[in-house]
């Protein structure tokens, strides 16, 4: 069973779509189609009041400190709380006139849509030093689903360069919670960046939708009005509080992470798959079976990422075990 390469999902996680084309009932999926953490951050009991007002002042003030103590953010730059780095994604491109912008690929597809949508020229670039007189650059790092890693100076002076030209470095750094050594969130205070973290994989909390975005206090602040006022829930507030000053639960995460990214890792070596990169949250293999395994898979009930673009390739989620 080929499935049309239009036809593959844009995202993981949906089930319902794989039940459809397999027939099978949601409910005894093995999901492994995202790079979500799978064993959640424990909610904290929340008090009734948080469902019945808008957040205070107060209550965001908390979150942000936290999570710039979290993040490691430079002392100058900017905290912004949004509904999920999707929001950010999408509204980013919509605070910059139309011009040039180059994307580091193959990564998140929904960096070109969103900043073609807004009227930018857009091009994928191989290479870091094909950018040339691209006004907005957009790397992902570590990258999905890749896992690449571009060093932190590298960076650095690529946000130079464009500073220079009144240009904007994105750093899309989604899955480097886990993984933090090549963050740019100590250095997010210097103009012409800006660093989007995202809560929800880490913490494996997607769908209490929170992100952030990290930049020179103009652009931060120039976010904050595009975005609004209570843009993010007191629920998430409450939770992303908690979660970002719970340390113990922060390292005993890595620690389990990345020791079922190594048994991921020998589970899909004993199955013959050749592991080519990835992070602690999701692996990347290459097989020229990658479509009929893709099915095989899904008629099994066990649900995997294929790519449009990459016919050999298959990403796997971290399961829940062990």
Excluded at 237 to 266: C, F, K, N
Excluded at 269 to 291: C, E, K, N
Excluded at 300 to 307: D, H, N, S, T, Y
Aim: proline share 8%; net charge neutral.
């Amino acid at each position: 069973m080929i499935m049309p390469q239009n036809e593959l999902p844009r995202h993981g996680g949906d089930l319902a779509a794989a039940e459809r084309l397999y027939g099978r009932p949601e409910a005894p999926w093995l999901d492994l189609s995202t790079g979500i953490n799978p064993r959640p951050y424990p909610l904290p009991p929340l008090p009734d009041r948080l469902w019945h007002r808008l957040p205070e002042a107060g209550e965001v003030a908390a979150l942000l400190a936290a999570a710039a103590r979290f993040f490691g953010v430079d002392a100058g730059a900017g905290v912004v709380a949004a509904p999920g780095t999707q929001a950010l994604i999408q509204l980013l491109p919509r605070l910059r006139p139309p011009g040039r912008v180059a994307i580091l690929a193959p990564t998140y597809d929904e960096h070109a849509l969103a900043w073609t949508a807004a009227g930018h020229q857009v091009r994928e670039i191989a290479h870091l030093d094909e950018f040339a007189d691209a006004d907005v650059v957009v790397v992902v790092n570590p990258n999905n689903p890749d896992g690449r890693r571009l060093s932190p100076s590298t960076l650095t002076a690529l946000t130079r360069t464009l500073a220079a030209r009144d240009g904007l470095v994105v750093v899309d750094e989604a899955f480097a919670d886990a993984e933090s050594q090549d963050s740019l969130a100590g250095s997010c205070g210097q103009p012409g960046l800006v660093v989007l973290r995202s809560f929800g994989k880490f913490f494996g909390l997607a769908g209490l939708r929170l992100g952030f975005a990290m930049a020179a206090p103009p652009l931060a602040a120039s976010i904050v009005e595009a975005l609004g006022p209570w843009s993010v829930s007191a629920p998430a507030i409450a939770v992303g509080t908690v979660a970002l000053t719970d340390d113990a639960w922060g390292h005993a995460t890595r620690l389990w992470l990345g020791e079922m990214a190594r048994r991921l890792d020998s589970v899909l070596g004993q199955a013959g798959l050749d592991v080519i990169g990835g992070t602690v949250l999701f692996r990347l293999v290459r097989t020229p079976h990658a479509q009929p395994l893709y099915h095989a898979l899904g008629r099994r009930g066990i649900l995997v990422r294929a790519f449009t673009a990459r016919t050999d390739r298959l990403r796997f989620g971290l399961p829940d075990s062990g």
